[in-house]
């Protein structure tokens, strides 16, 4: 396993949760990352990414506001504030083959194992 995503769990509505991604083998290195969410019965959606040097950060209108992806040398993180009940989800890491940030999930070729977040309203 390449990425290992963590910090999920049970949280009331209102909550919070920081997740974060570890890469043991270095995907993370001159890439961009991002983090997707799988609720259930539906398709994984994008969530947010950020660029190879942390300077470009994108999200979706879901969580802008609320949400907040960093990065440092071998993890990533994903700051969840403000907690709904629709974000109840598996999350996932991922790793791009560019640089850039991207919204595009056909452009991340490596994926963590999920971690799953359930908010309670």
């Known amino acids: 396993v390449q990425l290992q995503a963590s910090g999920g769990g049970l949280v009331q509505s209102g909550g919070s949760l920081r997740l974060s991604c570890v890469d043991s083998?270095?995907?993370?290195?001159?890439?961009?990352v991002g983090w997707f969410r799988q609720p259930p019965g539906k398709e994984r959606e994008f969530v947010a990414s950020?660029?190879?040097?942390?300077?470009t950060t994108f999200y979706a209108d879901s969580v802008k506001g609320r949400f907040t992806i960093s990065r440092d040398n071998a993890m990533v993180y994903l700051q969840m504030n403000s907690l709904k009940p629709e974000d109840t989800a598996f999350y996932y890491c991922?790793?791009?083959?560019?640089?850039?940030?991207?919204?595009?999930?056909?452009?991340?070729?490596?994926w963590g194992q999920g971690t799953l977040v359930t908010v309670s309203s």
């Open positions: 950020i660029s190879w040097r942390g300077g």
């Open positions: 991922a790793t791009s083959l560019r640089p850039v940030a991207t919204t595009n999930r056909d452009q991340y070729r490596y």
């Open positions: 083998r270095r995907t993370f290195s001159n890439n961009g």
